[in-house]
């Protein structure tokens, strides 16, 4: 099966700074790659997703890109916010099925 | 609109009690998910349907844990005899086929 790995499990970055979070997935065959947002006792929410015909996808202050070859995505988070803190879980998925497998998640601590 | 529903939000028991949680999904989704999710970890699934059918529940402990989805609307999990390694959250999710899943608020067991 599918197996996904997320780095770093934390993150603690200034206001206005950048954050990356990088994750590596298993199976060739997956082709959906969701991220999703959990904040300290919320549910989970899709925040941005590529697919596999794509190579980069931006929404204002994120953007994820993916390399299918390294079977390597990222999310990166500019001009963060306190807001911005978090869990971020990553997830691939066949399209078709979409099972995702989630990432082990990383915190991300946006100091003020 | 409303959203994915859960209950009990909580839920404190003793071992080799049983429990049950219950899930509303979205309306018009086909497929629901319920997921195991344990401190600091990402979501794990646990069982999968399309309609009132269970397609993916290989995951599934299925000498304690069983689960049902009748009409192939709301959805129901249940621990009989819970273990203290119980001790989590059970997110429910709902689809519509388009890879981004709708969780719930989840249900969070403490098995003593």
């Known amino acids: 099966g599918e197996n996904v790995e997320q780095h770093p499990s934390t993150l603690s970055v200034q206001e206005g700074d950048s954050a990356v979070i990088k994750c590596t997935y298993s199976d060739s065959a997956s082709n959906y790659f969701p991220w999703y947002k959990q904040e300290l006792g919320k549910r989970p929410q899709l925040i941005i997703d590529i697919r596999s015909n794509v190579g980069e996808k931006k929404d204002q202050r994120i953007a994820v890109t993916l390399n299918k070859t390294a079977k390597h995505f990222s999310l990166h988070i500019t001009e963060t916010q306190p807001e911005d803190s978090a869990v971020y879980f990553c997830?691939?998925?066949?399209?078709?099925?979409?099972?995702?497998?989630f990432g082990r998640g990383t915190s991300l601590i946006v100091h003020p | 609109e409303a959203g994915v529903v859960q209950s009990p939000r909580y839920k404190i028991i003793e071992k080799k009690q049983p429990v049950a949680f219950w899930c509303n999904p979205i309306?018009?989704?086909?497929?629901l998910y319920w997921y195991l999710q344990n401190l600091g970890q990402g979501p794990e699934l646990l069982i999968r349907?399309?309609?009132?059918?269970?397609?993916?529940d290989s995951q599934l402990p299925k000498d304690r844990f069983s689960a049902e989805r009748l009409k192939g609307v709301d959805s129901t999990l249940k621990i009989q005899p819970a273990e203290l390694g119980d001790s989590a959250v059970y997110l429910c999710?709902?689809?519509f086929g388009t890879g981004e899943l709708f969780f719930g608020e989840g249900s969070r067991l403490t098995v003593l």
């Open positions: 999710a709902s689809s």
């Open positions: 349907y399309e309609n009132e059918e269970a397609v993916d």
């Open positions: 309306s018009g989704h086909n497929t």
């Open positions: 997830a691939a998925s066949r399209g078709g099925s979409y099972i995702p497998t």
